[in-house]
């Protein structure tokens, strides 16, 4: 057995933190003994009316778990995961062993793509996605025991700009969704969503609503159009592990897109309504599977300056939580 130096540990812990998480809630916390880090889901900050099931919860701890297995690889260490060790109802999500490895050709461009992976929600351009740079982002994700496709048929891509839309307006009339979304704005100097990053009140109506309803971000210009590319991550169930590997799926998709240029931007909301989640899985899926996450790729447009990243909590705080405290 090798323990981990604590420099390693809290870069590791640092670059996990950079995950993407639903409305920028950051839900995990990390244990640290020896060869072994712990990573647990933090209840206290699950969205209790939006998300009551915790599956975006799950998401976001996979998407860490995945962030951290990426950037343990890029500083020498190799990870063998136990995802859920202790059952699904508990909150241990995972428990990386590691051990000394060689890093990998690309470790920098690893690290390089985690700092700079970000949410931009302004409008992509009218660029189109080749549908094998989108059929290579899908199969990125099912190399983590999710199921990545790239929705590309043109009735499939209807139907679902349909249910995304129609999510959007059940969520709009709900005001407990809409009080709790709007107090995860402007949170704290650690966490939630900006309004500096999030597209004006002007731009919402505009070919592109957002579930978010205020903004400071100009976003109003007309040459720029949408010819997104759809990918929807399932599987054949939909429960905590099925989650968690989504959450896996999704950062390695999203950062194999940030290395690519690509901006992408989750649509969790028509899988949060049981209606346009149903839909989805019987009128697009075919009922083969269940639906699990949506995101949108596409390309910004390059004179865009680049949105300010949204701040994260320091590994201090996410490590290591005191004696007798539930994580």
């Known amino acids: 057995m090798t323990r981990l130096p604590s420099p390693v540990v809290r870069r590791i812990v640092e670059l996990a933190s950079r995950a993407?998480?639903?409305?920028?809630?950051?839900?995990?916390?990390?244990?640290?003994?020896?060869?072994?880090?712990?990573?647990?889901?933090?209840?206290?900050?699950?969205?209790?009316?939006?998300?009551?099931?915790?599956?975006?919860?799950?998401?976001s701890c996979g998407a860490a778990l995945q962030h951290a297995d990426a950037a343990a690889a890029a500083l020498g260490w190799r990870a063998t995961i136990?995802?859920?060790?202790?059952?699904?109802?508990?909150?241990?999500?995972?428990?990386?062993h590691l051990s000394p490895h060689t890093a990998p050709r690309?470790?920098?461009?690893?690290?390089?793509?985690?700092?700079?992976?970000?949410?931009?929600r302004r409008r992509f351009t009218s660029?189109?996605?080749?549908?094998?740079?989108?059929?290579?982002?899908?199969?990125?994700?099912?190399?983590?025991?999710?199921?990545?496709?790239?929705l590309v048929d043109v009735t499939d891509r209807f139907r679902v700009e349909l249910l995304v839309a129609r999510a959007l307006e059940h969520q709009s009339a709900d005001r407990a969704v809409v009080t709790e979304q709007a107090t995860w704005i402007d949170h704290g100097p650690a966490d939630g969503i900006p309004s500096s990053v999030l597209p004006g009140p002007a731009q919402l109506l505009v070919r592109r609503?957002?579930?978010?309803?205020?903004?400071?971000?100009?976003?109003s210009d007309q040459d720029v159009d949408s010819s997104d590319g759809l990918i929807v991550l399932c599987d054949a169930t939909d429960e905590p592990l099925s989650w968690l590997k989504a959450g896996e799926g999704l950062s390695a998709l999203w950062l194999a897109a940030t290395t690519e240029g690509l901006?992408?931007?989750?649509?969790?909301?028509?899988?949060?309504?049981?209606?346009?989640?149903?839909?989805?899985?019987?009128?697009?899926?075919?009922?083969?599977?269940?639906?699990?996450?949506l995101v949108r790729v596409g390309w910004q447009a390059i004179s865009r300056s680049e949105l300010p990243r949204t701040t994260r909590r320091s590994p201090e705080e996410l490590l290591?939580?005191?004696?007798g405290t539930t994580p």
């Not at 889901?41 to 998401?59: E, M």
């Not at 660029?127 to 790239?150: F, N």
């Open 82 to 96: 136990d995802r859920l060790p202790d059952g699904p109802e508990s909150t241990m999500m995972a428990r990386l």
């Open 127 to 150: 660029w189109p996605i080749p549908e094998e740079r989108l059929g290579h982002l899908a199969s990125v994700a099912t190399q983590w025991g999710t199921h990545g496709l790239a």
């Open 106 to 120: 690309e470790a920098q461009a690893t690290v390089d793509a985690i700092e700079r992976r970000y949410t931009d």
């Open 263 to 293: 901006s992408v931007v989750p649509l969790s909301q028509v899988i949060e309504v049981d209606e346009t989640r149903d839909a989805l899985q019987h009128d697009v899926l075919g009922g083969m599977a269940r639906p699990l996450m």
């Open 320 to 323: 290591d939580p005191p004696e």
């Open 20 to 59: 993407p998480s639903v409305h920028n809630t950051q839900p995990w916390q990390w244990r640290h003994r020896d060869d072994v880090l712990e990573l647990f889901a933090d209840r206290s900050r699950q969205l209790s009316v939006g998300d009551p099931r915790g599956r975006n919860l799950v998401i």
């Open 209 to 219: 609503p957002n579930r978010f309803s205020v903004g400071l971000v100009d976003d």
